[in-house]
């Protein structure tokens, strides 16, 4: 969708890469947050808020029609693949734990094969000539049938009350090598 938006826009190189720095920018706020929110209501509404919102904002992104609106709607896209994205990956830990076989590299290919099948299914619509606008739309609908499939077949992991939200890296490894101010 980024050429679209630019020639949409017609904005230059820089602009556009400040708007594509909104989607990075709205991704790490969110998940520096989605941790700790998740570990207070569990993960599976946190998979489903971050499924439904990246699903309703697909077709803003085809459709913004102002660097400012489109910065604005990239920063919220961004924030809800990070929440989504972090809540997946501590679902998988528990599934992996309750399972005590490991999954996570199959977690994560069948994450990238749905990326590639998300791309593939927009390259296509509008490759057979649906507007870009239409081949979001059909990108959401998938989304939101399958963030409803998933939601129907996710454990429901328990809130940890007492968890810390924040804490600092103590592995002796991290300390000395990474961030050697959090271990004094």
């Known amino acids: 969708m980024v ?17 594509l720095l909104c989607l990075g920018l709205g991704s790490v706020v969110a998940m520096l947050a989605a941790g700790p929110i998740t570990s207070r209501t569990g993960t599976k509404p946190i998979v489903v808020i971050g499924g439904l919102g990246v699903a309703v904002l697909l077709p803003v992104l ?4 102002t660097p400012l609106t489109l910065g604005v709607a990239l920063a919220l ?6 929440i989504l994205e972090v809540a997946m ?9 309750l399972d005590s076989v490991p999954l996570m590299s199959g977690f994560h290919a069948h994450f990238s094969i749905g990326g590639f099948f998300g791309a593939s299914v927009m390259t296509l619509a509008m490759t057979l000539g649906a507007s870009l606008l239409a081949s979001a739309l059909i990108g959401t609908a ?3 049938v399958a963030t409803v499939l998933a939601a129907s ?30 271990c004094f």
């Open 77 to 82: 896209f961004g924030g809800f693949l990070g």
């Open 89 to 97: 990956n501590i679902h998988a830990v528990e599934v992996e734990k």
């Open 142 to 144: 998938l989304m939101l």
């Open 153 to 182: 077949r996710m454990l429901e992991t328990r809130a940890q009350d007492d968890a810390p939200l924040f804490v600092t890296p103590t592995d002796l490894w991290f300390c000395s090598q990474v961030w050697p101010s959090s």
């Open 3 to 19: 050429p679209f938006a630019k020639e949409r826009l017609n904005v230059d190189e820089a602009v556009l890469g400040i708007l």
């Open 62 to 65: 085809a459709i913004a029609n």
